[in-house]
């Protein structure tokens, strides 16, 4: 069965020196370093796509993917910064600039935006940034679980002090990937730690509580294959019994996806094996967490398609995994990737 490959987890994490420049005036700003708030200078189109040319899509024809939902770089997001005004300023930005990107390569890439969150900030800024990209053609978003950088200061996804964001997203049909931003604690690796602790703490909490009880239309994608969570999901299978909340199916799994960022062959092999192939979305984290040829099988660790091609998985389990599930859970990308096929279909086909 010919599918698309739709890789559901990317970052711009290949962004013009500018950008970063500007977020770190921003953050000397905000810690009280400078007097006066930085400007951004303007960055071409050009600059732009010559970046993703030479990267983000060099590396999907490379692999032999179709589409890759494109969102901010997450280290970058920097939630723990405390200024709403700044954290707005700098997901505008940083949407913008994933907006143009997707402007300039429509069949390649979908937006996926990065929001304003702060600690103890309003989810209202939150909302709205929402808003704006959605009606930009955004079609996911990013939330942060724990805008602290790992101290957990903030109340559980499943507290009802969520409920506005979660009703938004519910109400766009938009489906919200959770991932942390850069950790605060040096003791704490960003990338190695506290993502793949972060995974795990937001799965429990969903284990724990009643959100899609509360909020049956969410859906929610948790990155790097689920953290732990599929390799303990015995655990969670056990726990959720002795909380009285029935079968993990049942009470999480309408609701909850997980990617294919796990970097090796046995990793994926658990994933599959413990969480069923609707739930499961393909991504590789492009251009991610880990770089580099493993000496091990000599390729890229994060060229996760290999190892889902060698499951082996029947014609309907890669059609939903590759293409299917996500154009399920993110419905605004099914309708924009239909609309681009009834403009230019040639192009959409393939045989992959
Ligand atoms: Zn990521």
């Known amino acids: 069965?010919?599918?698309?490959?739709?890789?559901?987890?990317?970052?711009?994490?290949?962004?013009?020196?500018?950008?970063?420049?500007?977020?770190?005036?921003q953050l000397e700003y905000v810690r009280g370093e400078s007097e006066t708030r930085p400007h951004l200078d303007a960055?071409?189109?050009?600059?732009?796509?010559?970046?993703?040319?030479?990267?983000?899509?060099?590396?999907?024809?490379?692999?032999?993917?179709?589409?890759?939902?494109?969102?901010?770089?997450?280290?970058?997001?920097?939630?723990?910064?405390?200024?709403?005004?700044?954290?707005?300023?700098?997901?505008?930005?940083?949407?913008d600039s994933i907006r143009?990107?997707?402007?300039?390569?429509?069949?390649?890439?979908?937006?996926?935006?990065?929001?304003?969150?702060?600690?103890?900030?309003?989810l209202e800024p939150v909302?709205?940034?929402?808003?704006?990209?959605?009606?930009?053609?955004?079609?996911?978003?990013?939330?942060?679980?724990?805008?602290?950088?790992?101290?957990?200061?903030?109340?559980?996804?499943?507290?009802?002090?969520?409920?506005?964001?979660?009703?938004?997203?519910?109400?766009?049909?938009v489906p919200a990937m959770l991932h942390v931003s850069a950790s605060t604690n040096p003791v704490v690796h960003t990338t190695g730690a506290h993502y793949i602790a972060a995974d795990v703490v937001v799965f429990m909490q969903l284990v724990q509580g009643d959100l899609f009880q509360r909020h049956p239309d969410l859906r929610v994608i948790i990155p790097h294959g689920g953290g732990a969570a599929p390799y303990h999901w015995g655990r969670y299978r056990g726990l959720a019994t002795m909380l009285g909340k029935g079968t993990l199916a049942e009470h999480l799994l309408e609701?909850?996806?997980?990617?294919?960022?796990?970097?090796?062959?046995?990793?994926?092999?658990?994933?599959?094996?413990?969480?069923?192939?609707?739930?499961?979305?393909?991504?590789?984290?492009?251009?991610?967490?880990?770089?580099?040829?493993?000496?091990?099988?000599?390729?890229?660790?994060?060229?996760?398609?290999?190892?889902?091609?060698a499951l082996g998985l029947d014609d309907a389990s890669r059609h939903a995994v590759f293409e299917g599930n996500a154009r399920r859970v993110y419905p605004r990308l099914d309708r924009r990737l239909n609309d681009l096929n009834a403009r230019r279909p040639s192009l959409m086909e393939t045989t992959r």
């Open 255 to 309: 609701n909850t996806f997980f990617d294919t960022c796990v970097y090796h062959q046995s990793g994926i092999d658990a994933l599959f094996a413990a969480v069923p192939v609707e739930n499961i979305l393909f991504g590789s984290e492009l251009l991610g967490a880990v770089r580099g040829i493993d000496p091990e099988s000599r390729h890229e660790y994060d060229d996760t398609k290999r190892y889902v091609d």
């Open 100 to 122: 143009r990107i997707v402007d300039a390569f429509p069949r390649n890439f979908a937006g996926v935006c990065q929001l304003p969150q702060v600690v103890d900030g309003s």
């Open 43 to 95: 960055i071409s189109d050009e600059t732009l796509r010559a970046i993703i040319e030479a990267n983000q899509l060099r590396i999907q024809r490379e692999r032999g993917s179709d589409v890759t939902l494109l969102s901010p770089r997450a280290s970058g997001m920097g939630h723990h910064a405390p200024d709403q005004s700044i954290a707005t300023e700098w997901a505008q930005i940083s949407n």
């Open 1 to 25: 069965m010919p599918h698309l490959t739709i890789d559901c987890h990317g970052h711009f994490t290949t962004e013009p020196e500018e950008l970063h420049r500007f977020r770190a005036a």
């Open 127 to 173: 909302i709205e940034e929402l808003e704006r990209c959605v009606e930009a053609g955004f079609v996911g978003c990013n939330v942060n679980p724990d805008p602290s950088g790992g101290g957990w200061s903030g109340p559980s996804i499943t507290d009802p002090w969520w409920d506005p964001l979660w009703s938004a997203l519910a109400r766009l049909d």
